[in-house]
């Protein structure tokens, strides 16, 4: 039996897998986030080969499992969105409750953080980017700033910076917001996003 999980993660369910397939069972794993993939490397170095982790996005799975194995898969675990472990290091920039650098980059490789596009992306932009990803029905208002004042936006380098305006464009909505409008910059962080977008 092979399996294909992504992302792997802590590799809990990976575990869980290889405990329930007996010696035949094998996973191939993937994940961005280098600090994942040492973590579930460690995790499952008990199964040797059965276990193979690759560093590598959603995009590049199926390369991955052609150049890792001649088998063909009999399922696949998708595990989506940011781990626990990245929402609980404020240093990673994924949670709105930690004044963290404005970063959320799940593969820290990538030279492109939230803090750059918040900053950057012209208005026009920004605003379907948390309509569209983050579904945020007062995007206009958030990037606009309706709280009264003039100043222009950002710059925005921590996560308590969008929060300040975000609070007061959405009439004291912040926490509300912002669970859409963090998730939605994440999302547009991803270069696969991006270039998913620009084309």
């Given at each position: 039996m092979l399996k294909f999980v992504g992302t792997i993660g802590a590799g809990g369910h990976s575990l869980a897998i290889l405990e329930a397939s007996g010696p035949d069972g094998r996973i191939v794993g993937l994940d961005r986030d280098a600090t994942a993939?040492?973590?579930?490397?460690?995790?499952?170095?008990?199964?040797?080969?059965?276990a193979v982790i690759v560093q590598a996005a959603?995009?590049?799975?199926?390369?991955?499992?052609?150049?890792?194995?001649?088998?063909?898969?009999?399922?696949a675990l998708l595990d989506l969105g940011v781990s626990s472990q990245q929402l609980d290091t404020p240093a990673r920039g994924f949670s709105f409750l930690a004044n963290g650098p404005l970063d959320m980059r799940r593969d820290v490789r990538d030279s492109v953080t939230a803090a750059d596009l918040v900053n950057r992306l012209p208005e026009k932009d920004l605003i379907q980017t948390l309509e569209k990803h983050?579904?945020?029905r007062y995007a206009r208002?958030?990037?606009?700033g309706t709280d009264g004042s003039t100043a222009?936006?950002?710059?925005?380098?921590?996560?308590?910076?969008?929060?300040?305006?975000?609070?007061?464009?959405?009439n004291q909505r912040c926490d509300r917001s912002l669970r859409?409008?963090?998730?939605?910059?994440?999302?547009?962080?991803?270069?696969?996003i991006r270039s998913k977008t620009a084309s």
């Open positions: 993939v040492a973590t579930s490397r460690q995790a499952l170095l008990p199964y040797g080969d059965r959603y995009g590049d799975a199926l390369h991955v499992v052609r150049e890792t194995t001649e088998r063909s898969l009999d399922g983050g579904e945020e208002r958030i990037v606009k222009p936006r950002g710059p925005f380098r921590r996560c308590g910076s969008p929060s300040t305006t975000n609070s007061k464009a959405s859409y409008c963090v998730p939605a910059v994440g999302l547009w962080s991803s270069p696969s």
